[in-house]
């Protein structure tokens, strides 16, 4: 089964422009997540989706959304980019949405996102 | 809300040395416990879980057991190799229904000496 795919894998762009990034879960993955990595913040939640709806949100300000397809896949866009926004963004699938021991998520290499 | 505090790092061992990285967490009710370890320019993955009190998750040779009483999911290793070396990371999710996020700690990363 293929893992959890991300594209693209690097990205540089300039202040002020906006950028979409996209995720393909694992097949039959249903539950999408995203999280921010960077040096000083850590691993912060983002968002999840499933089955096209967002279930959950994180503290990030509204220039940070996101969907989710009929197909599982998801994509993330954040507007007007800002030099704090440089970071790895993880995704992280699952076959179901909500805690406890079915909360396994899979994750993504990641892209990495750097604004100048 | 729900927090993770994982010690600092870094930590330097020689191959072969035990390991132990402390993890303790906040949360209301009960909620689930995970390592993930990440390698150099990849994702994070699940190195074990545990999802109850007294549980004990295990993989690889590393172990580590949900503590109730002293909030805590310490990381072991009786014996590292130099392919240990990676980021480690301590994370929770939320025990209700509603609440599907992981929760990390800060990292750490280990470095095996050969």
């Known amino acids: 089964k293929a893992g959890v795919t991300q594209t693209p894998r690097y990205l540089i762009k300039t202040r002020g422009q906006q950028v979409t990034l996209s995720c393909s879960p694992i097949s039959g993955h249903r539950s999408v997540s995203w999280y921010q990595q960077t040096p000083g913040q850590g691993l912060q939640f983002l968002f999840e989706?499933?089955?096209?709806?967002?279930?959950n949100k994180g503290n990030f300000p509204g220039r940070f959304s996101g969907r989710q397809f009929s197909n599982s896949r998801s994509e993330m866009n954040v507007s007007t980019l800002e030099l704090g926004d440089s970071a790895l963004y993880l995704c992280?699938?699952?076959?179901?949405?909500?805690?406890?021991?079915?909360?396994?998520?899979?994750f993504g290499p990641g892209t990495r996102l750097t604004v100048l | 809300g729900d927090s993770v505090t994982q010690m600092e790092g870094p930590v330097t061992l020689s191959e072969e040395a035990f390991l132990t990285i402390n993890c303790t967490y906040t949360a209301t009710g009960y909620p689930s416990l995970f390592w993930y370890v990440q390698y150099p320019g990849e994702g994070l993955q699940l190195l074990l879980k545990?999802?109850?009190?007294?549980d004990k998750g295990s993989n690889k040779g590393f172990e580590a057991t949900y503590r109730k009483e002293t909030t805590s999911f310490h990381l072991e290793k009786g014996s590292v190799q130099v392919s240990d070396s990676a980021v480690y990371f301590c994370a929770l999710s939320g025990s209700t229904g509603a609440n599907s996020k992981l929760t990390f700690g800060k990292g750490i990363t280990l470095s095996v000496r050969p």
């Open positions: 545990a999802t109850k009190a007294d």
């Open positions: 989706y499933f089955s096209e709806t967002q279930r």
């Open positions: 992280a699938s699952s076959s179901t949405s909500g805690g406890g021991v079915y909360n396994e998520q899979f």
